[in-house]
């Protein structure tokens, strides 16, 4: 595999962070339809005016191919990494770099302090086998509920 660098995002990176973002989630499975650029501008912003907030990106060959953000979340054995979204560019799926990625996070989440991740993802779509093959598990007794 090429050679492959972790990085933590900072708001510098936010053109970039977009168009993965954008690039990612238009395509299959999830077809997502955004009311502007905008829309996804602000996303990231708030996200990066979170003081808790954490992000990651991988770079292969100057070029940012996956993306993790989310926010250091409070529980009763500390904090933990609570990824808001994930994704690896649509091209580059497949290579393995999700699973890199997943143990570049983890590596350096420990380092920080932060003793567990957590994320929520579609039921039954890949990106659940892609989770549970990294070693995440379904919480069964967990729902996710919105109002």
Not at 89 to 112: C, H, L, N, P, T
Request: charged share 30%; glycine share 8%; hydrophobic share 40%.
């Amino acid at each position: 595999m090429e050679e492959l660098f972790l990085v933590k995002i900072k708001k510098e990176m936010l053109e970039e962070c977009v168009n993965l973002y954008i690039e990612t989630f238009t395509q299959e499975p999830w077809n997502d339809i955004y009311e502007s650029r905008e829309q996804v501008v602000k996303f990231f912003n708030n996200h990066f005016d979170n003081n808790y907030f954490i992000g990651y990106a991988v770079v292969l060959n100057d070029k940012m191919v996956a993306l993790s953000i989310g926010m250091k979340k409070p529980w009763i054995k500390g904090l933990e990494y609570y990824i808001d979204e994930f994704c690896v560019s649509y091209e580059m799926q497949g290579r393995g770099i999700g699973s890199w990625f997943v143990k570049a996070i983890e590596e350096d989440i420990k380092e920080q302090g932060l003793n567990g991740m957590i994320l929520n993802t579609e039921k039954d779509y890949p990106s659940q086998k892609f989770y549970e093959k990294n070693g995440f598990r379904t919480l069964g007794d967990l729902i996710v509920l919105g109002k």
